[in-house]
């Protein structure tokens, strides 16, 4: 299993659309880049094109290689292929970071979610998110209303499949 994409940071975004990457962010792109030329800087893949959500979601280059290989497994004409490529291939875009870490978010990205002068990094395992900060936290989360709806003593662990119905420890 491969690096992960983990935590929350908010950075400047400039004038130009300039915004760095988290440092960790940075290593997971480079290690998940392994095919680029030598010397140069790792891509992510930013897929902008479900317009129900305030954010992007931004892929490694080998994440998305995964995606290419289950899509490529559908039949041609599968409605449900037809659409995943639309998402996929022509709603994203490949963004290879400078040599500062940094990527640059059109101003037209910029708008589409509302981003000014800072966005929001939020690691998503094997993806990340790129928000405003001023989109209200239970619109890019659904911790705190699953929490809520969970007994105290029953552990969020307990949500991962392994773990599925099994009684609370002791």
Not at 12 to 40: H, M, T, W, Y
Not at 42 to 61: E, K
Not at 68 to 97: C, H, K, Q, S, W
């Amino acid at each position: 299993m491969g690096q992960r994409f983990r935590g929350t940071d908010t950075h400047k975004v400039d004038a130009k659309g300039r915004v760095s990457i988290p440092a960790d962010f940075r290593r997971v792109l480079d290690s998940g880049d392994p095919e680029r030329e030598p010397g140069q800087n790792p891509s992510v893949i930013v897929l902008f094109g479900d317009t129900r959500n305030p954010w992007f979601d931004c892929y490694t280059a080998a994440a998305m290689e995964e995606i290419d290989a289950l899509i490529e497994e559908m039949d041609d004409g599968d409605p449900d292929r037809i659409v995943l490529e639309e998402y996929f291939y022509a709603n994203a875009l490949t963004i290879r970071l400078d040599d500062a870490g940094r990527l640059v978010l059109t101003r037209a990205l910029r708008e589409r979610i509302g981003i000014t002068d800072q966005a929001c990094f939020q690691g998503r395992g094997k993806t990340f998110r790129i928000f405003s900060p001023d989109v209200p936290g239970e619109a890019v989360s659904q911790l705190g209303a699953r929490l809520a709806d969970m007994p105290r003593e029953r552990s969020i662990a307990s949500l991962l499949p392994s773990r599925r119905g099994r009684a609370p420890a002791e």
